[in-house]
């Protein structure tokens, strides 16, 4: 087994390579302007017109994590610099994770051209036809996570922060890695329905299969959330958890129109060949 994977690995080493070198240019370039830049207003005749402007010390990173602090955290908590590389780490993880969200949908158009030569005409129709839906599906639960059930859950940490007698203050490299790290969660998670109507699509798993496994879905998305969810607190493994069961039964209701479709065109494909 680990000789065909080598074996395959060696032969579409190029086109691996150069998907990945795709990949990473388009996410270099986010990054770059993101690190170099900062947006703002300037006035032209009047009209007022975003613009970018060079400067690294308050560039997009910067502005971003302070929406996300204005936004997210409550008006009493306290932004902590613990180490004197704290606030510059803070602002690249800033702006690395923004490129990665934004890159997102060349990241699956990659993917999806490397596995296309393997895949029959209807296959590739389909994969084209996810790539769409699977990008908007990663930003809004992206959206989600950090608009909706962050402020909700730093709310909640603050009160109990409050209700033992203790200050309301954060390491600002550990709000960065709780808020993109769930934000990052919440966007994979949402991800399920397709993955699940690509594999009844394909004819790989049943509709009824996903119906017949749904207590071990939830017990994955428990694990998911365990794994994923910062701190590892009961708390926020749940709140991952719940939008990826109800998307796991949405899954199912488009798993089932899917796998009529197959059948459907398995059925035409066999009346014109006889």
């Avoid at 890159?103 to 769409?132: G, H, Q, T």
């Avoid at 859950?153 to 600002?172: E, K, Q």
């Avoid at 119906?211 to 959330?225: D, E, P, S």
Wanted: overall charge negative; proline content about 4%.
């Amino acid at each position: 087994m680990e000789n065909e994977l080598l074996n395959y690995l060696v032969k579409y080493s190029d086109e691996i390579r150069y998907r990945a070198i795709r990949i990473l240019a388009v996410f270099a370039v986010f990054f770059g302007i993101f690190v170099i830049f900062r947006i703002q207003y300037i006035s032209i005749f009047g009209q007022r017109f975003l613009f970018l402007y060079p400067d690294p010390l308050d560039n997009v990173g910067a502005q971003v994590l302070y929406l996300l602090k204005s936004h997210d955290l409550t008006s009493n908590t306290t932004l902590l610099v613990l180490k004197p590389v704290d606030g510059v780490m803070a602002d690249f993880y800033t702006c690395m994770a923004i490129s990665l969200i934004i890159s997102m949908p060349v990241i699956i158009y990659e993917v999806s051209k490397f596995i296309d030569p393997a895949l029959k005409n209807s296959e590739k129709e389909l994969l084209r036809s996810i790539i769409i839906p699977a990008s908007l599906l990663f930003f809004a639960g992206a959206f989600v996570g950090i608009y909706f059930i962050a402020p909700v859950l730093f709310r909640i940490f603050a009160d109990f922060d409050i209700g033992v007698g203790a200050d309301v203050t954060m390491g600002i490299s550990s709000f960065v890695s709780f808020i993109f790290m769930y934000t990052i969660a919440f966007g994979l998670s949402f991800e399920i329905p397709v993955f699940m109507v690509g594999l009844s699509r394909f004819g790989i798993v049943t509709a009824d299969t996903w119906k017949k496994n749904w207590r071990y879905a939830v017990i994955g998305a428990l694990v998911y959330g365990m794994i994923f969810s910062p701190g590892v607190t009961g708390f926020t493994m749940v709140v991952i958890a719940i939008p990826m069961i109800a998307l796991y039964f949405a899954g199912i209701h488009f798993s089932i129109k899917a796998e009529k479709k197959f059948e459907e065109e398995n059925t035409y494909s066999s009346s014109a060949d006889q």
